[in-house]
């Protein structure tokens, strides 16, 4: 998943958070300095401003605005594979 696609992705969760919520939404990170400079983890760039564009459109009750794009699946290891497309024939 690219970068902005995992922010598309973060605003709409803050987006549909707001919508859903009766009052409060919660982040919660354990390890990220949100607003520590220098933080060994720092907050990714763009995820402050995801933030408030959700609560903006929120606010001026405006719809999100784009559906992100949906992630790949996982490539399967070809082990697995061959394993899901292996017919057993013994016992019959």
Avoid at 55 to 62: G, N, S
Wanted: charged share 25%.
């Amino acid at each position: 998943m690219t970068p902005a696609t995992r922010l598309r992705l973060f605003e709409q969760n803050i987006y549909h958070a707001l919508k859903t919520a009766d009052e409060y939404a919660w982040l919660y990170s354990e390890h990220m300095g949100w607003w520590e400079s220098g933080h060994q983890v720092p907050t990714p760039d763009g995820a402050l401003q995801a933030i408030h564009l959700a609560r903006e459109k929120f606010a001026a009750t405006k719809p999100l605005g784009f559906s992100p794009e949906t992630p790949s699946p996982r490539p399967v290891p070809e082990c697995k594979r061959q394993r899901a497309t292996r017919t057993d024939n013994s016992g019959q």
